[in-house]
């Protein structure tokens, strides 16, 4: 999900190839750099003057079954992916974590922290969690509360938005900004996009795909009502 309206987005995964943005947070500017840590090696990553990067923030948002065959099993990944904590926690800087994710939690042990998710210790925490097909949830930021319908398909996806505002709310950005960046947000890389046409509702999930994703996508398909449903995988 993006936080377009105050200049600051967050992709599912928070992985952008070779590209850097800038968020704009209330009066304040705070430049934001997203790589690929851990599946490229942090401190591998170069920017486009040469130099290195030296990240205060980092967010993990899942580890998947994902570039498997380059890591050589899910252990691999994981090891790559949790490369960001360790570098993190060695300079004392913060993540934004996850709670619903024990995997995550457990390797955060001892970190600074802002944390989201779906229960009731989270700072950022979603609830009335509803997809069908589009995602609609009720989003509690410390004490503040409000509802949230989004354009993204799939249940899954929540996690993403919660990830979303909980970067948003930590840089400052008004919930109001959150709530209608969220929701204004339209997917357009062909992932949890949904359209309609003439004859039939799409759901086109097709960017690329892992055991992980696919799981989830195949779950959310099959819960939605409708008869002569057809999932195309390929």
Same mark, same amino acid.
């Not at 430049?31 to 942090?42: A, E, H, N, P, T």
């Given at each position: 999900?993006?936080?377009?309206? +105050?200049?600051? /987005? *967050? &992709?599912? +995964? ?12 209330? +009066?304040?500017? !705070? ?17 486009? !003057?040469?130099?290195?990067? #030296? &990240? #205060? ?9 994902? /570039? ?8 691999? *990944? ?18 934004? $974590?996850?709670?619903? /994710?024990?995997?995550?939690?457990? /390797? ?11 229960? !009731? ?12 097909? $589009? ?16 354009? $993204?398909?799939?249940?899954h996806n929540a996690e993403n938005i919660l990830a979303a505002a909980c970067v948003g709310d930590f840089f400052k950005v008004p919930v ?59």
């Amino acid at each position: 999900p993006a936080l377009d309206g +105050a200049g600051l /987005h *967050v &992709p599912g +995964a928070i992985q952008v190839h070779g590209r850097e943005d800038h968020g704009r947070a209330a +009066a304040d500017v !705070h430049r934001l750099q997203k790589r690929r840590f851990g599946l490229d090696g942090l401190l591998a990553v170069a920017d486009a !003057h040469g130099g290195r990067r #030296d &990240p #205060d923030l980092g967010i993990i948002t899942n580890i998947g079954k994902a /570039h498997l065959e380059g890591f050589g099993g899910y252990q691999g *990944v994981i090891n790559s992916k949790t490369e960001l904590y360790r570098y993190l926690k060695a300079k004392k800087g913060r993540i934004f $974590l996850n709670t619903d /994710h024990p995997l995550m939690m457990e /390797h955060a042990a001892g970190m600074e922290i802002r944390t989201y998710g779906t229960l !009731h210790d989270a700072y950022v925490r979603g609830s009335e969690i509803i997809a069908c097909p $589009l995602i609609t949830l009720q989003i509690t930021i410390g004490k503040r509360s409000f509802p949230v319908q989004s354009k $993204l398909f799939g249940s899954h996806n929540a996690e993403n938005i919660l990830a979303a505002a909980c970067v948003g709310d930590f840089f400052k950005v008004p919930v109001s900004t959150i709530k209608n960046a969220i929701e204004n947000y339209t997917p357009d890389t062909n992932r949890s996009q949904v359209r309609q046409t003439e004859k039939n509702l799409l759901i086109l999930d097709a960017y690329n795909a892992n055991p992980s994703s696919m799981e989830l996508a195949i779950r959310n398909f099959a819960a939605l009502p409708g008869e002569n449903k057809t999932a195309i995988l390929g």
